[in-house]
């Protein structure tokens, strides 16, 4: 099978060393005058890693899924590569029905999340770079750790599964951390040394500096009119995931927090029309579509905050680094019942005055959608409104425009739009 | 002074309506066939028809339904969930939930005291649940779907048709048909598999009563019956159960003049 990204693919590891420096990524996100300050860090950044991934040794890289916390990655002086955000990006370039065909070749059944069935197609066609490692979490869905396991066992290269206990308490964040520092020796041992810990606390703390950042930027969102355009911050969720633990989050949390102030002292927030509010969960298409036109630009409804760009963690301590990691990953609101995750939208509700909630349903995914019925009971009783939109995030064969319109055109009315 | 006009262009059926002094003045029904606009120019010219004015004399019109964005001539589109409410508000204030069950969707709407809606959910996805999954039954059956409520209603054992998609629901009554079931329990087993698919998906927001049935299949007796049975309520059915959407749409065109 030929895919249309073949070219590209080859032009990019053709550049990759060139891209790799940092001063080449930074020249690459200034050209794209257009982008707000933080946007040219999120670009400059992905010039970079993209530069990295595809240019550095097999043996430096290494792919988890998206909960492994990037802080333990970099800490350890690897580079991480989640292939879930990868499919994602690619999405956006059209070419996710080439790898989800590829993968259904291949048996891959057809329920499964499609970022891991687009993944495995990628990782199939050969476009994902090369790694000396492989590392999951059993948590929030299991695939991720099936589909590392499987490219590690073809690759004959290591895999380290860390299991995720299911409630917070100081024995299971204990079991966690051991866990946690497993890994981090396995991964240095494949470089042939022990893990140098100073190289986490560094790690630890740009994770540290960021949080705070982003927790002022998230504050100042609260601010009416809303000063962002929440769909852009749904585009970056992907991102944000590489970001903690490395010095390009604390230059992304800065530039935010620094515009958002400017926009506001200036009165020149980025939507200037701003009708119902909307508070965003779960994921988005990531292929090209006219749901956020339709909603910003022709509806004037505002996202005012998205669930995942929330700070839900308390800062790591650098003295206990695999102890606060696995403190950070046990506090995620997904984790556990299923109330943590509504208690955390309804006080995002509150907080940034929303007027309703929209959930995308992504196909296949039961973490996100499994309590649906509870989150929808929940919300109703407090008054708070709540659209389900079903759709996939990354097959876009999966989308049907007009269906997804009706729905959000009637949410909209309902929530006095034009009515 | 204008009247104003709505016309809810659905995939099967387009009606325009319109209204003098809150009331409604005329109306028509026709089906939509392939071109949306030229059904909403024709369902209009035949409501002013009946009405015995011209065209010069309406307006605003607010055009509503799957073809909304095809009726160029109307001041504005309004989804159909928005004027299956206010309409049914206008008919049945007391009314808390409409279901509504066209040619190619169904849903289920939670109106408010004021004729707003509280909530929605909605099949468009597939035709176990809607008009056209009569349609297909009936057609294997070789029975007019009109008639297939009444004859429905004689059955004392409904056949069981457990298949929620409708190709394999077809196989199912095709191979009914050849077992020599009673075609009036086979007629109950189609409705009652209608009634559970959009039961299932009333109950998703929470079946609030009063409860109204509009869109053509309401006109079928057979499935009034088998969703009354599935939701455990009376339901009210419009005199005439099409034209709520259009009169919907006609109240919020009157709101805008
Ligand atoms: S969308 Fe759901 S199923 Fe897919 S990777 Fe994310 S959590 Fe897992």
Known sequence: MRFKADRAFRCLKLLAPILSNPQVARLAALLNSSGSPHERVAQEFSVRLAGLLYSSPPERIVWANILVPSELIWGLGFIPFYPEIAAATIARFGLAPEALRLADELGVPRDLCSFHRAAIGFAEAGFFPKAGAFVAVNYPCWTAAVFLSWEAFRHNLPFYLIDMPSDFTEDSAHYLAYSLEEVAQGLASTRGNRYYIRGIEKALRLSNEARSLALEATEMRKFIPSPLKGSKMIGHLGLIAYLFGSPYGVAYYRAMRDYIRRIIAESRPEQEKQGARLYWMHLKPFYSTTLFHLVEDEKKAVIVFEEHSSVWWEPLVEGEPFLSLARKMLSHPSLGPTEGRIARALADVQAFKADGVIHFNHWGCRQSQGAIALLRRRLRGEGVPLLELEGDCIDENGYQEGQIRVRMEAFLESLGGGL | ?257
């Open chain 2, 1 to 257: 002074m204008k009247y104003p006009v709505g016309i809810d262009v659905g995939s099967a059926s387009a009606e325009a309506l319109i209204l003098k002094d809150g009331k409604i003045l005329a109306y028509s029904i026709l089906e939509t066939g392939a071109n949306s606009r030229k059904a909403a120019e024709k369902a209009l010219e035949e409501a002013l028809e009946k009405a015995k004015i011209s065209r010069a004399e309406v307006g605003p019109i607010v055009a509503t339904g799957y073809g909304r964005i095809s009726v160029d001539f109307a001041s504005r589109q309004v989804t159909e969930i928005s004027c299956y409410a206010r309409g049914i508000h206008f008919l049945y204030p007391e009314v808390r939930m409409v279901i509504d069950i066209g040619g190619q969707d169904s849903k289920a709407i939670l109106v408010g005291k004021n004729g707003r809606v509280l909530d929605f959910v909605m099949n468009d996805k597939c035709a176990a649940g809607t008009g056209r999954f009569l349609e297909v039954m009936a057609r294997v059956m070789e029975v007019d779907v009109e008639k297939l409520g009444e004859i429905s209603l004689r059955s004392r054992n409904p056949a069981e048709i457990s298949s929620t998609c409708t190709v394999f629901a077809e196989s199912e009554v095709v191979s009914l048909i050849a077992r020599g079931v009673p075609v009036e329990d086979i007629a109950a087993g189609i409705h009652k598999a209608i009634a559970r698919r959009v039961g299932a998906m009333a109950k998703r927001i929470g079946v609030t009563p009063p409860v109204a049935f509009a869109g053509g299949v309401a006109k079928n007796v057979g499935v009034v019956k088998a969703l009354e049975e599935e939701l455990g309520v009376k339901l009210i059915v419009p005199e005439e159960p099409q034209i709520v959407g259009a009169l919907g749409a006609a109240l919020l065109a009157s709101e805008e003049g």
